[in-house]
C-alpha cells in the first residue's frame, strides 16, 4: 500500500515526524483526541524541568543546532523548554507546522540525526490535540526554537531540537484549487482499470482536482473511515506506483490517517464519486532527507473512486 499516513507523535517516537510506510493493507489512523486534550495546546504542552533547562542549545533558528550537556544526561520524564520565543503567529489546534529537527544520544552527547535546516524544511505536519505531536509543540509560536528531553523507549534516551519554521492556517494547508490547462487525462478499459496520461508540461505547485464521476451518496467528513479504488502515478515519468484498481482490491483508512494532498481529494465528495487529484511533493510525501523514500520530491497524480464512507464516531 502507498497511500501513506502521517506518522503519530508521541513522547516514544518523535524520530517518525514525516510520513511512515505501510508495504500492504490499509493505513493505520491518527489518535483521536480526548476530552482531557481538549484544554488547548499550551496546557498539554509537556512540562519544563532541570534537566531540559541544564542543556545549551546554540545556534540560530532554522540554522543546524548544537545541544551541549554533560553526558551521560539522566533523563526520566519528557521536559521541554522554549529556546527562542519566535515572533510569528502561535500554533492553533490543527495548524500544519513547517519545522527541522536535531536529535541528540543522551549517552554521548553526538548528533544522531537532523533534516530541515538551512531552508530545506521537513513536511509540514497537523498539529492537534491528543496527536502526541502537541505534547513537543504546544502552542509554540513561529519562529520558535524548542528543546525536549526524551526517555528511553528502546532506543536510548534523546535531546530534541526542534525549530518551528512555518505556521500554516489548517483550512489553507494544501488548499484544493481548479485544474490549470495542462491536467493529466484519464481513460478506462473495459474492466475499469484506469490508464493516467500526463501532459508534456511543468507540474502544479498546487493541489488541483477534477471530479470526473459526481455520486450521489453520502458526503465524506473530515476523519470518515472510507472505502476507495484508486491509482498513484508519478508526473515525473507517468509511472504507475501503486493501484487498488489492478490488484482488485479496494483500500480503507482514515482521512486523517494519509497524505494531505490525498486528504483533500476525498473530504467533501460523495460516495460514487471518481475524482483526479494532483498534488506537489509538499502535500504528497516531502522533500526531507530524513523521510528518505523513493516518492520524495515527486508530484504525484491520483485517480480515486469513493466506494463508501463511515463516521469516524460510528
Known amino acids: 500500500m502507498r497511500i501513506r499516513p502521517l506518522a503519530a507523535l508521541s513522547v516514544a517516537v518523535l524520530s517518525a515526524l514525516v510520513l511512515a510506510g505501510c508495504a500492504s493493507g490499509a ?3 491518527e489518535p483521536t483526541p480526548t476530552d482531557t486534550a481538549a484544554t488547548g495546546l499550551c496546557e498539554v504542552a509537556a512540562p519544563t524541568g532541570e534537566v531540559v533547562e541544564s542543556i545549551t542549545v546554540t545556534g540560530e533558528v532554522g ?3 548544537s545541544a551541549e550537556f554533560t553526558a551521560p544526561l539522566t533523563i526520566e520524564s519528557a521536559e521541554r523548554t522554549v529556546v527562542v520565543e519566535g515572533e510569528g503567529d502561535p500554533i492553533e489546534d490543527g495548524d500544519y507546522v513547517s519545522y527541522a529537527l536535531a536529535v541528540f544520544d543522551a549517552t554521548t552527547g553526538e548528533s544522531v540525526q537532523e ?4 531552508g530545506v524544511g521537513l513536511p509540514p505536519m497537523p498539529i492537534t490535540l491528543g496527536s502526541g505531536a502537541d505534547t513537543f509543540f504546544g502552542c509554540a509560536t513561529e519562529g520558535s526554537r524548542i528543546a525536549m528531553t526524551v526517555p528511553d523507549a528502546g532506543s536510548g534516551a534523546q535531546v530534541y531540537v526542534i525549530d518551528v519554521l512555518d505556521v500554516i492556517p489548517a483550512d489553507e494547508w494544501c488548499a484544493v484549487t481548479e485544474p490549470g490547462d495542462d491536467f493529466p487525462t484519464v481513460e478506462f478499459s473495459a474492466e475499469g482499470i484506469p490508464t493516467v496520461t500526463i501532459p508534456d508540461a511543468d507540474a502544479p505547485t498546487e493541489v488541483q482536482l477534477e471530479v470526473l464521476e459526481e455520486g450521489d451518496g453520502d458526503v465524506v467528513q473530515p ?3 472510507v472505502t476507495v479504488n484508486y491509482t498513484g502515478v508519478k508526473w515525473s515519468d507517468g509511472t504507475v506506483f501503486d493501484s487498488s484498481f489492478e490488484r482488485g482490491e479496494p483500500a480503507t483508512f482514515q482521512t ?7 486528504q483533500r481529494a476525498l473530504e467533501g465528495q460523495a460516495v460514487g464519486s471518481t475524482v483526479l487529484v494532483s ?3 509538499a502535500c504528497g510525501y516531502g522533500e526531507g532527507e530524513i523521510n528518505a523514500d523513493d516518492l520524495v520530491g515527486e ?3 491520483f485517480v480515486v473512486e469513493i466506494i463508501e464512507t463511515a463516521r469516524a464516531t460510528e
Open 223 to 225: 476523519g470518515d473511515s
Open 256 to 262: 486523517t490517517g494519509v497524505v494531505t494532498g490525498f
Open 279 to 281: 498534488m506537489p511533493p
Open 27 to 29: 493505513p493505520e489512523s
Open 115 to 118: 533534516g530541515g535546516f538551512d
Open 63 to 65: 540554522v543546524s543546532a
Open 299 to 301: 508530484t504525484l497524480v
